[in-house]
């Protein structure tokens, strides 16, 4: 939980905390569950007190078990809104009975609380866990057995060593309901498995046990009083976070080591994950895209008041031929079109019966108007087929500050719907653009895009906004050109986040988990045609923007681009952007440092410059922010890196054993790279203060890893080479388990089944073809003796029938 947190807005964890403390709240007054406190994301209830009920333990383990429920709809519902991993949160949930002394401790905001040993048992009992577990005490089993609920209980396997207590035995609480709706054919046995042989299964393993594949955070304490009451502690945690959270560092005997890439989710999971990361990404690319029609709107509304065509104020924006109408109505739909507000100059044809664009490149007459914005994306594309990097501009121009932005507008950004073609080609595109991700890659996968492009959304909410900026004027119009300046233009032009996002989005697009350097010897003609200088940048470029100009788009393009000089711009910012990740290019990098130093210098003035850097340094950053973030993060991230790179030595697709220089690495990139980017940022001075975040993780995170770096290595050696055993076990597993086949004979070999179904190897020979038998058909025990035949070519079908007395089935 605290890592998730780090990466995320103070307001996002206010946002889950408030929804998940709120549907407690409901539940515990229907349960008739009394309330205690919340401390930071610790939930304390309590039963028994203040009226006495005897079946406390009873009324607690129901109501821990559908709180443990509630979790998955909750993350469900927030993740498009609290982004990616908000699903990976998980609560764990103590429980423990005894006496208490409750009160009220008089002074200011005075409230009930609860002391007595029974209070710090029942938080221990929550901090030695598991992730989405109710475990509580022995007092606590007697207490469900006495109540003719012992079939809820499970001993835990292992002894658990408590701070202060020693060894404890303790148990896992299943009550009806809520944590415990398994799918049929599930056991309690098989589920206590899972949780004994693996402190850090997966989100989907879990899923597989709980009837959901997903949970959320929270943590507590409770009690009961002398009567009997009862004390419930639920703790908050993720896939990355197998320890406690509560105030001790007790640990329990099994070994627990951080979720890591070597869990494998099953297909389905994998396909949910990726589901759910295409979502959050939508929604956040669509929020800016009804920025960017807003904004249109509000330059057409004013170009509209200063003309003699009143009658059609408010009513039509357009590219070209191609028109959309806004309803004056809140919650309005908006069309896709551009805004005819724009002095770039139009696609227009010319006395030589073309049509001519501003890069040279010329089209037929004939050609409609949606085609020629099809056209002029392509030409944007293209310049005369010259590669990406040579498109790299020093200076992107942004936007001038335009007064009408500074007018208050009644349209706001809550009261666009975006017009379902531009939605369902948005979520169309994301889909290819993740698909597009070598998703087996441990790190260069469409996971990494989202975290890069909720980062990156981070910084640019950490630019400052009017509500922080303090100007000595009451006018309108000068604070908002005051601040247009000292953002030099970023604020004022919705377009540039966009691009900002939309390259953090497709910068890995393609990646095939190696250095450019490989890359080029592996595809000679890709690294002829790049010119071997940024390979793996460039093709995510042409890859991307080949789809996004894709005639299936034509809606979404517009909607992004009013005209030529929007689309060309666009391009410029991506280009750039991506461009600049290739921190491995020493040209780049002396080129991106002269730039650095030419606009920031106290004598340079020219804005456009400082924003192109600045845009520069933003996706920069957010490609390698898990470095700046909490610890669990970057850990969780650099393992994936590390195995990646592992990967690809043991492949013989890299000359260098990782592992002998990755601690040292590590140390030279946070003080070459990590730690001069986070100042940066600082020194970029249009965020606010609250960006010297970045530093003082990246300083953090640089300094733990000098004291842990080298048995952290080792660790993660360890556990690649014991997921590969793992691996080729389950594979191994696979190919010689015994199943029902029909086996056929090859170059006149005998191989055929006798009248019973045969037994034999899946094990594929050189002259032997094995097909498993339909799972239908394994219950049949006679089988019709099946002549010898020559094994078919595996590319042709293979037509087979199985009869016995009574049917006969083909296949």
Avoid at 361 to 380: K, L, T
Avoid at 739 to 764: L, R
């Amino acid at each position: 939980f605290t890592a998730w947190s780090s990466v995320r807005e103070p307001s996002q964890v206010f946002t889950l905390l408030e929804s998940v403390y709120f549907a407690f709240d409901k539940i515990a007054d229907r349960r008739h569950v009394f309330k205690v406190e919340t401390i930071g994301d610790c939930y304390v209830a309590v039963t028994g007190l203040p009226d006495p009920q005897p079946d406390h333990a009873v009324i607690m383990s129901k109501f821990a078990g559908e709180i443990l429920h509630k979790m998955t709809d909750i993350t469900g519902q927030l993740e498009l809104e609290l982004g990616p991993d908000t699903t990976s949160l998980r609560i764990r949930i103590g429980i423990h009975s005894g006496p208490v002394t409750a009160g009220v401790l008089r002074g200011q905001k005075s409230r009930f609380q609860l002391f007595g040993d029974t209070v710090n048992t029942a938080s221990r009992m929550e901090s030695n866990g598991r992730p989405n577990f109710i475990q509580c005490s022995q007092e606590t089993a007697d207490l469900l057995t006495a109540a003719r609920k012992g079939h809820w209980v499970k001993r835990r396997e292992d002894i658990v060593k408590m701070k202060g207590k020693g060894e404890v035995q303790t148990f896992w609480v299943f009550p009806k309901g809520g944590m415990t709706r398994r799918p049929s054919g599930t056991s309690l046995t098989s589920m206590l498995d899972l949780s004994q042989s693996s402190d850090n299964a997966s989100m989907d393993d879990l899923s597989r046990i709980f009837a959901s594949d997903k949970s959320t955070a929270s943590s507590g304490k409770g009690n009961r009083d002398d009567n009997g009451g009862i004390a419930s502690s639920a703790g908050a945690g993720s896939d990355d976070d197998a320890g406690g959270n509560g105030n001790d560092t007790s640990t329990a005997t099994a070994k627990q080591l951080p979720t890591t890439m070597f869990q494998r989710p099953t297909p389905d999971a994998s396909g949910k994950n990726l589901q759910r990361l295409i979502n959050w990404n939508v929604d956040m690319l669509s929020q800016l895209l009804k920025r960017i029609i807003v904004q249109r709107q509000i330059l057409q509304d004013n170009e509209n008041s200063s003309t003699a065509n009143a009658a059609t104020k408010k009513t039509t924006m357009g590219f070209g031929a191609m028109a959309g109408k806004l309803a004056s109505t809140a919650n309005a739909t908006v069309a896709a079109a551009g805004s005819s507000t724009s002095k770039a100059k139009r696609i227009t044809p010319n006395a030589k019966g073309s049509v001519t664009y501003s890069n040279g490149i010329r089209r037929r007459r004939n050609q409609s108007v949606d085609q020629e914005f099809v056209n002029a994306a392509s030409s944007a594309a293209a310049y005369n087929d010259v590669n990406p990097r040579n498109e790299y501009a020093s200076c992107i121009h942004l936007p001038r500050f335009d007064q009408a932005l500074s007018t208050p507008s009644q349209l706001e950004t809550e009261d666009v719907t975006l017009p379902a073609a531009v939605s369902e080609q948005l979520r169309d595109y994301v889909s290819r653009v993740a698909n597009a991700y070598q998703n087996d890659n441990p790190f260069h996968n469409f996971s990494h895009a989202s975290h890069v492009t909720m980062s990156a959304n981070k910084i640019l909410n950490r630019v400052v906004s009017a509500d922080d900026f303090v100007v000595e004027s009451t006018s309108l119009n000068r604070v908002a050109a005051k601040l247009h300046d000292y953002t030099y233009g970023i604020t004022s032009d919705p377009l540039t986040h966009v691009a900002v996002m939309f390259s953090a989005l497709i910068h890995d697009v393609d990646h095939v988990g190696v250095s450019n350097a490989q890359l080029g010897i592996e595809n000679p003609d890709m690294a002829q045609k790049f010119k071997s200088r940024s390979v793996a940048e460039q093709n995510s470029i042409d890859i991307a923007w080949e789809m996004l100009m894709d005639s299936a788009f034509s809606n979404l393009q517009k909607c992004l681009f009013a005209d030529e000089s929007e689309l060309i711009r666009f391009r410029q910012m991506v280009v750039n952007m991506v461009i600049s990740t290739d921190i491995f290019d020493k040209a780049g990098k002396e080129k991106q440092k002269e730039r650095w130093e030419k606009a920031f210098h106290p004598d340079n003035s020219d804005n456009d410059l400082k924003a192109s850097i600045v845009m520069e340094a933003i996706i920069q950053a957010a490609d390698v922010a898990h470095t700046m973030q909490h610890w669990q993060v970057y850990t969780k991230w650099n393992e994936r890196l590390f195995c990646e790179m592992y990967k690809a030595y043991e492949c013989g697709r890299a000359t260098k054993d990782p592992s002998l220089g990755w601690y040292k690495g590590e140390l030279w990139f946070f003080d070459n790279y990590i730690i001069p980017l986070a100042r940066k940022l600082e020194r970029c001075g249009i965020f606010g203060v609250s960006i010297d975040e970045f530093l003082q993780f990246a300083t953090e995170n640089r300094k733990e890893w000098a004291a842990k770096g080298e048995s952290i290595v080792k660790d993660m050696v360890q556990r690649w080479n014991e997921s590969k055993q793992t691996s080729t076990l389950e594979s191994s597993s696979l190919l010689h388990k015994e199943q029902d086949v029909v086996v056929f004979g090859h170059n006149g070999d005998d191989a055929s089944s006798s009248n019973k179904s045969t037994k034999a190897s899946t094990d594929v020979e050189e002259d032997i073809v094995a097909i498993d038998m339909a799972p239908s058909l394994k219950s049949k025990s006679n089988l019709t003796e099946m002549p010898s035949h020559p094994a078919p070519d595996l590319e042709d079908d293979v037509s087979i029938t199985f009869s016995d007395d009574s049917e006969e089935v083909e296949c």
